[in-house]
């Protein structure tokens, strides 16, 4: 004789005591049922359903206590529990494997139980409708090749106007549709505005891939597209950067960057909407130019050495009381894709910001980045006692706090704050762009994403003055939590609590230099711009 299980006995008791004869309470989509339960007594539901059916629903025990849902045979036979000692609302669902199935509900105290269906589906409904295209260009053009016609006259509008296409959309938004001709297998999007690696569909019986967008009218981006991405065999993640083999500048936009880049694969597209903000300190080659001399510092606190680069403006005069210090991290980047050094020479000729001397420092290589950044307390003492003393040698500025910054983005954000955070007596400034404030120590709980907030408001008011941006399209999800926009938003909000000077700014753009050389003039002229 085969014994069984305790909670496998007790199922089969709580069934067979129903038994096949009790009466039953038919359940509908959006007809809830609420029944008096004893203690130990289950009662017994007819869902109606038939074979392969598709079936939602929830029970609400309420003050009750635990509730628990079976699915079983007509016969009373178990089949699957579906809630287990659930408390409040629970949800559950399930495919009925023939018809006659019947839902059993036992609470573990008497009480008043609510159960129903939010959904049934039979078979032949379970068939996922497409939506109408969101570009009314893209709708008329499924309509004529669903007439018989073909998309010849669409490409050659696309390739005389470009791409992607921009389109009125509601509440004075913009739609954006990204365009791809060709792809046998599939097309991805790298880039803004998402960070998912978004996939564009196949219009049927074409060979158009396209991808529509609502967004704000302010919008600016860079993006890539990437064609026929291999679906490897491995993890998730090598999955998802396998993106990266066919990720290249979209063939019909007209607009991409650097524009000295080798080939299309190391150029980015951009998209910039009429009503984004301007970026006017980009283009004033006229400015006299200042001087830049380059070095390395190696570090006995960390261990390495790395470049850096010492920017010292036009006619510069290390005695004037009105001199800046700028510390900028990830330092070649912000050379190249970034200009700043241009952009300082523009701005000091207009008259908009004081003589600023640039250090910009490098990373010692690409995993050091991920290792020194971060909250690193030994980066933080590499700044203020190695690079800061080396930096005041070299050019005889008088070291002022108040007139010191530290620049970054994403990481490098991250370490404005931090470094400010441990060493306010040297750094009195933190420009953080897209700062990833989602960061938490190795150890800590994860599910406490606001950790540097927590910093700042555990502890007494430092004299550090703030410039904190985000991009809209930096938002977290429901299983990847917060992201860089909320919890920029959330140190903000901590910040100005404390009673610091904050100036806040969101961008519609994405985690992308193309919006950072904007905010980091942006920062600064918010800091001590000359009004």
Do not use: C
Request: aromatic content about 8%; overall charge neutral; proline content about 9%.
């Amino acid at each position: 004789m085969v014994s069984l299980s305790r909670s496998s006995a007790l199922v089969a008791a709580m069934l067979t005591v129903a038994g096949p004869a009790a009466a039953l309470t038919r359940l509908a989509p959006n007809r809830p049922q609420t029944v008096a339960l004893k203690q130990a007594a289950p009662e017994r539901f007819d869902p109606q359903a038939r074979a392969g059916d598709y079936l939602a629903g929830f029970v609400d025990g309420g003050p009750a206590g635990s509730v628990t849902v079976d699915l079983a045979d007509a016969d009373g036979g178990p089949v699957r529990r579906l809630v287990t000692a659930g408390r409040g609302r629970s949800e559950f669902r399930f495919v009925a494997e023939k018809a006659g199935q019947v839902l059993q509900v036992t609470a573990a105290s008497p009480g008043s139980v609510t159960i129903g269906l939010s959904q049934h589906l039979a078979r032949e409904q379970q068939r996922f409708t497409p939506q109408p295209p969101l570009s009314p260009a893209i709708a008329r053009l499924s309509a004529e090749i669903a007439a018989g016609g073909t998309a010849d006259a669409f490409w050659q509008e696309a390739e005389r106007t470009g791409a992607p296409l921009v389109e009125p959309g509601p509440d004075g938004k913009t739609i954006l549709t990204f365009l791809y001709r060709g792809a046998r297998r599939n097309v991805r999007i790298f880039g803004a505005p998402s960070g998912d690696h978004d996939e564009m569909q196949r219009l049927p019986g074409s060979d158009v891939w396209y991808r529509s967008y609502l967004v704000p009218a302010e919008t600016r981006l860079s993006y890539k597209l990437a064609p026929d991405v291999p679906d490897l065999p491995g993890s998730a993640r090598e999955r998802r950067i396998a993106i990266l083999a066919t990720a290249q500048a979209d063939p019909l936009n007209r607009h991409s960057w650097p524009g000295d880049a080798p080939d299309r694969f190391n150029r980015e597209s951009t998209v910039v909407l009429p009503a984004a903000p301007a970026q006017p300190w980009l283009d004033r080659a006229q400015a006299p130019a200042g001087t830049a001399t380059d070095g390395s510092i190696a570090s006995s606190r960390l261990g390495n050495s790395r470049q850096i680069t010492i920017y010292r403006p036009p006619g510069f005069d290390a005695g004037r009381p009105d001199n800046l210090l700028l510390f900028v991290f990830d330092g070649p980047e912000y050379q190249s894709k970034v200009p700043t050094p241009r952009m300082l020479d523009a701005m000091i000729a207009a008259g908009a910001l004081p003589p600023t001397v640039a250090v910009f420092v490098a990373n010692a290589d690409r995993e050091a980045r991920g290792r020194e950044l971060p909250g690193n307390p030994a980066f933080a003492d590499f700044m203020a006692e190695e690079l800061l003393p080396r930096v005041l040698a070299e050019t005889g500025l008088k070291h002022d706090a108040a007139r010191t910054i530290l620049a970054g983005s994403s990481f490098g954000g991250l370490a404005a704050a931090t470094v400010a955070f441990r060493h306010p007596a040297r750094f009195g400034n933190a420009i953080s762009l897209s700062g990833s404030f989602w960061w938490h120590p190795p150890g800590s709980d994860p599910a406490s994403p606001n950790h540097v907030a927590a910093l700042f408001a555990r502890s007494p008011r430092l004299p550090v003055r703030f410039f904190l941006s985000a991009g809209l399209f930096e938002g977290g999800s429901p299983s990847h939590g917060d992201g860089i926009l909320e919890t920029s938003r959330h140190l903000r909000d901590v910040l100005v609590a404390r009673d610091y000077e904050v100036t806040y700014r969101d961008y519609a753009g994405g985690h992308d230099y193309l919006v950072w050389r904007g905010a980091l003039a942006d920062g600064l002229l918010a800091l001590f711009g000359r009004r």
